[in-house]
């Protein structure tokens, strides 16, 4: 079985701060990872995806990522945030399952961004 | 142009009442997903299809069947709706190549349901 851990629910950082949201996976084979970020009352839109070719992955509106296998992590970073980044983040893994791909969720963190 | 649409938007029924959301994509996509996030956010798959076959079915209460009449459309119909039935559903497509666990998954704008 496939998980991912968010930690921390809630991070909230001032503008043209890091921005550092937290994911731990656990999976049984080679994982490929995902970050989906959802704006209020919108779908989900997807930042970056790691499939298990370069380690550090680059996405959209500044944000990477990097696997790290011996960590089991794959932190999403940003150098400096922006207030339009504040949203809610997601953290997946995908499982292959026939001809669909199942993806299982973190619970989610939640971007606050002050000025 | 929507690439994964959901109608209606929003809906609010009675407990014990029947009701579908629709869900269409135009991205040309083979499979196409269900999922449910509950107040406190948590995304749990229901189903997949792919060319209108069923490849995955979660845990989810028989009340809740999916229908494929093609591949660009898949809906979601729930009989005899209760107060937990009461969520944000995501429609999501991803390509036909999905067995690889790579493909990106589009999701739709959502549809909250409310049962009083």
């Known amino acids: 079985a496939q998980s991912v851990t968010q930690l921390g629910s809630h991070v909230s950082v001032s503008e043209g701060a890091l921005v550092l949201l937290r994911c731990n996976y656990s999976s049984s084979v080679p994982p490929y990872l995902f970050w989906y970020v959802q704006y209020p009352n919108q779908g989900l839109q997807l930042l970056l995806k790691y499939t298990s070719a370069a380690t550090l992955v680059k996405g959209i509106n500044g944000f990477e990522a990097e696997f790290k296998k011996s960590e089991t992590s794959f932190h999403l970073t940003k150098p400096s945030a922006h207030m339009s980044d504040a949203a809610e983040y997601f953290c997946a893994v995908s499982a292959p399952t026939g001809t669909a791909s199942k993806l299982t969720f973190g619970t989610g963190t939640r971007l606050q961004v002050t000025l | ?116």
């Open chain 2, 1 to 116: 142009d929507t690439a994964v649409s959901q109608t209606p938007k929003y809906l609010v029924t009675q407990m014990g009442n029947d009701k579908s959301i629709k869900c269409e994509q135009n991205l040309g996509h083979d499979t196409m997903y269900w999922y449910k996030q509950d107040s406190k956010k948590f995304l749990k798959i229901m189903f997949s299809y792919n060319n209108k076959e069923l490849i995955i079915n979660e845990t989810v209460p028989n009340r809740f069947s999916p229908k494929s009449p093609d591949k660009a459309h898949l809906n979601l119909h729930i009989n005899s709706l209760e107060l937990g039935d009461s969520a944000v559903y995501f429609c999501a497509s991803s390509q036909d190549d999905a067995q690889w666990g790579t493909d990106t998954q589009y999701f739709g704008p959502g549809t909250r349901l409310t049962v009083l």
